[in-house]
């Protein structure tokens, strides 16, 4: 992937932790006498957010280490062919 690309993935994960923190924690004015379930009715969909923004995130970080790894063995002068050392 392009560096854009990779940095396009990163600022979605974040802009997605974001919004996951916001349904995480967004309270009804309803109480029902200990249970959270109803007080908190979007904490499944901010599972799905951290989810969805972890995959982003994994996905830009092992591309950028891979670019990052043949940056450097082309610095180098190896190769991935090279078995000669």
């Known amino acids: 992937m392009r560096f854009k690309t990779e940095v396009s993935l990163l600022s979605l994960s974040l802009i997605s ?22 007080s908190y009715p979007y904490q499944g ?3 799905a957010f951290v989810s969805f923004g972890f995959v ?5 970080s092992v591309s950028f280490s891979k670019r990052g790894k043949n940056v450097l063995s082309e ?5 991935a062919e090279d078995k000669s050392n």
Do not use: E, K, R
């Open 17 to 38: 932790f974001a919004v996951s923190a916001f349904f995480y924690s967004y309270q009804t004015g309803a109480s029902n006498f200990g249970l959270n379930l109803a």
């Open 45 to 47: 969909y901010a599972i």
């Open 56 to 60: 982003l995130m994994v996905t830009a």
């Open 75 to 79: 610095d180098f002068g190896f190769s």
